[in-house]
């Protein structure tokens, strides 16, 4: 009975209350992903950050190429915000500074950021209503907790302030809290149908889903890297001792 009230409370409110109810658990989900808890325990490695980039520079390279050619569809226009948002460029910066001028032949990109991108490729083409909560789920994120990510790896790193983590600074933005007031009232202005509105909720959820397959895929990878090292590690201890026996 509870829960059918909270159910229908949601769907009563406006679109940037229900989808952050409806995102709740899954945010939740997404902070206790291990490259997330590596996070807020304040330590994160270069591999783990490098990685990130790399991925979060084809998912922002298929969504910013989605918006841009959805820019004036009726539920885009209102939070098309590419002067204080885009992504893309910024990240190459850092992928720049990272890998040196040739950083496009060495980035890589794993299956479950693939998968992301196609989906944002899909949305763009057969539903860009949808991009509301793919938006949405980046943007917003990068503005809330992004920012604390941004002065952890900072610190993680050792870096020198700006070098490699203009992914976390949005120069266009004065005051991420007002901006984000701004966006969920432009959000809330689009008008959808019933139909409409519970797909995008959908989405949102997916999208949640979409980068905690993308975090795990990248942890799962850097586990492999060290239990690699652990072997080739623990086979050159036993050929020490056999050849010192
Ligand atoms: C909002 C923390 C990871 C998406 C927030 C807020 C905090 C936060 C403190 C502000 C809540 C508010 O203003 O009411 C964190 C921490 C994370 C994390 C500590 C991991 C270490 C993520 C991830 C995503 C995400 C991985 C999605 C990919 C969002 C979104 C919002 C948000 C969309 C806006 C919610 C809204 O106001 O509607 N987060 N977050 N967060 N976060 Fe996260």
């Known amino acids: 009975m509870e829960k059918k009230h ?40 270069l591999q783990q950050y490098q990685l990130l980039l790399c991925s979060l520079y084809k998912i922002y390279e298929a969504l910013e190429e989605a918006l841009d050619t959805n820019a004036s569809h009726h539920a885009v226009a209102p939070i098309y915000f590419p002067q204080e948002l885009a992504r893309l460029e910024s990240i190459g910066k850092d992928l720049e500074y990272f890998y040196g001028q040739s950083w496009r032949e060495k980035i890589t990109v ?30 917003l994120g990068d503005l809330s907790g992004g920012q604390v990510l941004g002065r952890i790896t900072q610190k993680s790193l050792g870096l020198k302030s700006g070098e490699g983590l203009s992914f976390f600074s949005f120069p266009g933005v004065s005051s ?14 689009v008008e959808l ?23 795990n895929e990248l942890q799962e990878s850097l586990s492999c890297v060290s239990d690699t090292e652990n ?7 036993q ?7």
């Open 231 to 237: 072997e080739v590690r623990q086979r050159h201890t």
């Open 110 to 139: 794993p299956a479950a950021t693939l998968r992301y991108a196609q989906r944002l490729r899909e949305v763009g083409r057969d539903h860009p209503e949808y991009l509301l909560a793919h938006a949405y789920t980046r943007y």
């Open 239 to 245: 050929h020490k001792q056999n050849t010192t026996t």
């Open 176 to 189: 991420p809290n007002l901006f984000k007031q701004l966006y969920r009232s432009r959000m809330n202005s």
């Open 6 to 45: 909270t159910q229908t409370a949601i769907m009563d409110s406006e679109l940037s209350e229900q989808i952050k109810a409806v995102t709740k658990e899954v945010h939740v989900r997404a902070e206790n992903t291990e490259l997330m808890l590596s996070y807020q325990r304040g330590r994160v490695s």
């Open 193 to 215: 149908t019933e139909e409409q509105r519970s797909g995008v909720l959908q989405e949102a959820l997916d999208a949640f889903q979409l980068n905690i397959q993308v975090f």
